[in-house]
């Protein structure tokens, strides 16, 4: 059906930046809320941050003030700008989103495959 594809992860030293993508693709009428999540080994999956169709954003605590979450509505595109990154923000990163399909009033949701950062000297 519809799938996401992310991409932009890989090794950066601390302090540095790396740029996540996440581009959907299949049959979608309409895209709602997309967001990203990170789960690292032994530990639960959290938000990182989300935004509506409409450009509104939220954002993990731990994250505000260095990331930041933007779409492409044009491209049903997601984009992760991650700023002076630390050590604990190493994990596996999942783009998530809420798409309505054709002739449907159902919102489904849908997970990429991940992609991993890792924040390392």
């Known amino acids: 059906q519809v799938q996401l594809v992310e991409s932009g992860g890989g090794l950066v030293q601390p302090g540095g930046s790396l740029r996540l993508s996440c581009a959907a693709s299949?049959?979608?009428?309409?895209?709602?809320?997309m967001g990203w999540y990170r789960q690292a080994p032994g530990k639960q999956r959290e938000l990182v941050a989300s935004?509506?169709?409409?450009?509104?954003?939220n954002y993990a605590d731990s994250v505000k003030g260095r990331f930041t979450i933007s779409r492409d509505n044009a491209k049903n595109t997601v984009y992760l700008q991650m700023n002076s990154l630390k050590p604990e923000d190493t994990a596996v990163y999942y783009c998530?989103?809420?798409?309505?399909?054709?002739?449907?009033?159902?919102?489904?949701?849908?997970w990429g495959q991940g992609t991993l950062v890792t924040v390392s000297s």
């Open positions: 998530n989103a809420d798409y309505r399909r054709p002739l449907s009033y159902r919102y489904l949701e849908v």
């Open positions: 935004i509506t169709s409409g450009g509104s954003t």
């Open positions: 299949g049959s979608i009428f309409s895209m709602n809320t």
